[in-house]
T-cell receptor, first 109, second 114 residues
Framework: GQNIDQPTEMTATEGAIVQINCTYQTSGFNGLFWYQQHAGEAPTFLSY????GLEEKGRFSSFLSRSKGYSYLLLKELQMKDSASYLCAVSPGYSTLTFGKGTMLLVSP | GAGVSQSPSNKVTEKGKDVELRCDPISGHTALYWYRQSLGQGLEFLIY????????KSGLPSDRFSAERTGGSVSTLTIQRTQQEDSAVYLC????????????FGPGTRLTVL
């Protein structure tokens, strides 16, 4: 079976740094995605990791360790607009993605 | 169009009625996915279409759910004899080829079964 775990909720302060963790156990692995979803809106793509290491893209970075079944999304210089749900998703094969339940991030002033 | 579009944006129906949800993928994308998102739950995979291959229907929760994709483009998800537990947001996504390509999501259809 497929299992993806991430914290349900996190809170942080504007300007701070926050790390959202994701652990996975899947029957196969062809990459890990992070998506951002604002309330009432569609998920939008943030990052994709298929090899171990850190991928940096502006204020957002994503890390992957395949041997540990672990990834994190790092958000720097938090802004109020970063308040959203962050979805970790694994591609176990070539047909679809398996999503975690998402981490609701609340950024306060 | 520039992105994935879905219609209707909202659908309220009575228990036992059939509903059809439509998805228009990004032009040129050969892969199309349907997901369901219930309150407080993650995205649940329903069905996957890739080109002219037989669809992967492994995520459909019951035989009341079916989907088709005509001409390799527009897709329709049909739910027959709707039940209250079918109430959710139904999201469609498309990607260039496979699931290792970035999936682009539509705005979703919020289905409410009374």
């Amino acid at each position: 079976g497929q299992n993806i775990d991430q914290p349900t909720e996190m809170t942080a302060t504007e300007g701070a740094i926050v790390q959202i963790n994701c652990t996975y156990q899947t029957s196969g692995f062809n990459g890990l995605f992070w998506y951002q979803q604002h309330a009432g809106e569609a998920p939008t793509f943030l990052s994709y990791n298929v090899l171990d290491g850190l991928e940096e893209k502006g204020r957002f970075s994503s890390f992957l360790s395949r041997s540990k079944g672990y990834s994190y999304l790092l958000l720097k210089e938090l802004q109020m607009k970063d308040s959203a749900s962050y979805l970790c998703a694994v591609s176990p094969g070539y047909s679809t993605l398996t999503f975690g339940k998402g981490t609701m991030l609340l950024v306060s002033p | 169009g520039a992105g994935v579009s879905q219609s209707p944006s909202n659908k309220v129906t009575e228990k036992g009625k059939d509903v059809e949800l439509r998805c228009d993928p990004i032009s040129g994308h050969t892969a199309l996915y349907w997901y369901r998102q219930s309150l407080g739950q993650g995205l649940e995979f329903l069905i996957y279409f890739q080109g002219n291959s037989a669809p992967d229907k492994s995520g459909l929760p019951s035989d009341r759910f079916s989907a088709e994709r005509t001409g390799g483009s527009v897709s329709t998800l049909t739910i027959q004899r709707t039940q209250q537990e079918d109430s959710a947001v139904y999201l469609c996504a498309s990607s260039s080829v496979t699931s290792t390509d970035t999936q682009y999501f539509g705005p979703g259809t919020r289905l409410t079964v009374l």
